[in-house]
């Protein structure tokens, strides 16, 4: 009777060590981010040259998921990246801004070269196959899903709407919500940025 008792009472520390473990982990890595958050891709970008994560592991970048159809929340989140960057004047210049389709099926190079255009000229477009895509949102914990309404010839996408603001070493040091004020966003860009160069 005792010995039973003591069994499963190890199993129940063992099980609760294990899902702090898990939580711990998943909590690390969404606030704290910490060197290698992106994970391995390899896309195409907007030139239709193959890139891989390797391509920009050393830079500083933000980087948005999204997609060219996107009626309001994309184009409102790459206006402020562009904001962001011009904002910071030379200092931007560290950052390569990076926008990566959720929809590669209808967002080809060609789509995403004439919509990065629009808003900055140094805005890099990525698409790729849906395996591809997929291990590029898996790797940000990205979420979209396709929907289909019947009373629409097209189809939508939902997707999560954050801006991560990567560092060298694929270290992920903020990541931005649409409620973040774009002035916040500038300031904690640019104390990252001042701090790794000071003048
Ligand atoms: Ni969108």
């Known amino acids: 009777m005792k010995k039973s008792y003591f069994k499963i009472a190890i199993k129940i520390i063992i099980g609760l060590v294990l899902l702090s473990l898990i939580f711990w982990a998943q ?11 992106g994970g391995d891709f390899t896309l195409t970008n907007h030139a239709g040259e193959a890139v891989t994560d390797k391509d920009f592991k050393d830079q500083y970048r933000l980087i948005y998921f999204g997609f060219t159809f996107c009626p309001a929340i994309c184009p409102t989140e790459l206006q402020r990246v ?9 200092l931007g210049e560290a950052i390569q801004p990076i ?13 995403m ?9 140094r805005l890099i477009g990525l698409t790729g196959t849906i395996e591809q895509i997929e291990q590029a949102k898996t790797g940000y914990n990205v979420y979209s899903k396709k929907v289909k309404d019947e009373e629409m010839s097209e189809y939508t996408v939902d997707h999560s709407s954050f801006i991560y603001f990567m560092g060298p070493d694929d270290t992920l040091l903020r990541i931005f919500k649409i409620s ?6 500038i300031k904690n860009v640019r104390g990252v940025l001042e701090k790794a160069n000071p003048q």
């Open 27 to 37: 909590s690390n890595r969404a606030n704290h981010g910490g060197k290698g958050f």
């Open 82 to 90: 562009a904001t962001i960057l011009n904002e910071l004047g030379s």
């Open 99 to 111: 926008f990566i389709t959720v929809d590669p099926e209808r967002d080809t190079p060609e789509m």
């Open 113 to 121: 070269k004439n919509y990065v255009e629009m808003f900055h000229p």
């Open 180 to 185: 973040d004020p774009t002035e916040t966003i």
